[in-house]
Antibody, heavy 115, light 107 residues
Framework: QVQLQESGPGLVKPSETLSLTCTVS????????WSWIRQTPGKGLEWIGY???????NYNPSLKSRVTISVDTSKNQFSLRLNSVTAADTAVYYC?????????WGQGILVTVSS | DIQMTQSPSSLSASVGDRVTITCRAS??????LNWYQQKPGKAPNLLIY???TLQSGVPSRFSGSGSGTDFTLTISSLQAEDYATYYC?????????FGQGTKVEIK
């Protein structure tokens, strides 16, 4: 059974960088595509981007200038970095298996942007 | 971006009722449409992909239909565990986009 677990700071200051890691267990990260999706009460579910184990990525154009998704196959992890955050980036962030159909989700991590 | 619009935003229904939720895309997405169920405090769960294919383990009371721009999720006989928020999502092009959700509440 594939399991995903997000980790990282729950509080980030405005203008700083949000960094999250997703640890995958139950399968090799080289088997699937992996995505980040966030959820806010105001904007709902928003796709951030996805990565393949080769490093190939695809980002939401609305975030592309600020986002980097990377993969570490040796640790079976993938990561999200979002630069220059504002209060609008406050959300629950999910790491997810898939690039089209989101079959497996982490439990989600609430990240609040506040000074 | 393709805009996904769900209706209604919320509905109240009783156990045993037939429930229908509609999702409309701002342009044709063929059958590249998924449905998710989300319960409070939990991550979304994939119910249906490719508009009408039931994900493994999902009860057969759930069904999906449609193509092009108009899609429907139907729960044939609502059960207590079905009270949740439902989202549609297009996988036709990036950026992938979701509907705003339909909350199914107890009547």
């Amino acid at each position: 059974q594939v399991q995903l677990q997000e980790s990282g700071p729950g509080l980030v200051k405005p203008s700083e960088t949000l960094s999250l890691t997703c640890t995958v267990s139950g399968t090799s990260i080289s088997t699937y595509y992996w995505s980040w999706i966030r959820q806010t009460p105001g904007k709902g579910l928003e796709w951030i981007g996805y990565i393949y184990y080769s490093g190939s990525t695809n980002y939401n154009p609305s975030l592309k200038s600020r986002v980097t998704i990377s993969v570490d196959t040796s640790k079976n992890q993938f990561s999200l970095r979002l630069n220059s955050v504002t209060a609008a980036d406050t959300a629950v962030y999910y790491c997810v298996r898939g690039k089209d159909d989101y079959v497996g989700w982490g439990q989600g991590i609430l990240v609040t942007v506040s000074s | 971006d393709i805009q996904m619009t769900q209706s209604p935003s919320s509905l109240s229904a009783s156990v045993g009722d037939r429930v229908t939720i509609t999702c409309r895309a701002s342009q044709s997405i063929s059958s590249y449409l998924n449905w998710y169920q989300q319960k409070p405090g939990k991550a979304p769960n994939l119910l249906i992909y490719s508009a009408s294919t039931l994900q493994s383990g999902v009860p057969s009371r759930f069904s999906g239909s449609g193509s092009g721009t108009d899609f429907t999720l139907t729960i044939s006989s609502l059960q207590a565990e079905d009270y949740a928020t439902y989202y549609c999502q297009q996988r036709y092009i990036t950026p992938r986009t979701f509907g705003q959700g339909t909350k199914v509440e107890i009547k």
